[in-house]
């Protein structure tokens, strides 16, 4: 079992719609949770951070955390063309681990 | 510079050929990471350094690989007698203090691409 597990997609979406992304992890001591969007050819930039439970809020994008259930999710509300990227879940406790990603594909 | 930088930006190494990747961190950055990305993969972590001490190094694949960062900057990476599955883009990130501290960000630099002929 990877220790951070998303579905690769790819997830096509509407422009306008919401895009909801999923992210599991296996260590239940895992601290810090980070999404990050990576363009084609490109780096990986830091789009979202959460720590607690709940839901955080930033712009278009909410991050909602679910330590009980290992589970991360990232919403795009308002999706836009140029929200199309690959999106990398990370979890930290000791170190930084990055999930596969999932291809989204905004549609105009 | 501003950002993390990465040198050379692409390489082209014969199997069996020994490369050095190098990583210039953000100025003052105490945590520095090494990924491999592989081709439509997500970033596999390899070490990761706390100032000058290696905390981690449970990644790298295989003796062949070492990395250090001597003086708590830059970091180099090495792979030695190369070989085709290591063709991958190495990625190199910074932050200003542990990851899990609230707020903090790691930033990434552009990447090393490798290929292994």
């Known amino acids: 079992q990877k220790e951070v597990e998303q579905n690769s997609g790819p997830l096509s979406v509407p422009e306008g719609a919401i895009a909801s992304l999923n992210c599991t992890y296996s260590?239940?001591?895992?601290?810090?949770f980070f999404w990050y969007r990576q363009y084609s050819g490109k780096s990986p930039e830091l789009i979202m951070s959460i720590y607690s439970n709940g839901d955080k809020e930033d712009g278009r994008f909410t991050a909602q955390l679910n330590k009980a259930s290992q589970y991360v999710s990232l919403l795009i509300r308002d999706s836009q063309p140029s929200d199309s990227a690959t999106y990398l879940c990370a979890v930290w406790r000791n170190d930084m681990r990055f999930g596969a990603g999932t291809r989204l594909t905004v549609k105009p | 510079g501003a950002g993390v930088s990465q040198s050379p930006r692409y390489k082209v190494a014969k199997r069996g050929q020994d490369v050095a990747l190098r990583c210039d961190p953000i100025s003052g950055h105490v945590s520095l990471f090494w990924y491999q990305q592989a081709l439509g993969q997500g970033p596999e972590f390899l070490t990761y350094?706390?100032?000058?001490?290696?905390?981690?190094k449970s990644g790298l694949p295989s003796d062949r690989f070492f990395a250090e960062r001597p003086e708590g900057s830059v970091s180099t990476l090495k792979i030695q007698r190369t070989q085709q599955e290591d063709s991958a883009v190495y990625l190199c990130?910074?932050?200003?203090?542990?990851?899990?501290?609230?707020?903090?960000?790691?930033?990434f630099g552009e990447g090393s691409w490798l290929t292994v002929v």
């Open positions: 260590d239940r001591g895992s601290q810090s």
């Open positions: 350094f706390q100032n000058e001490a290696q905390l981690d």
């Open positions: 990130a910074s932050s200003f203090q542990f990851p899990g501290v609230r707020g903090n960000t790691i930033y």
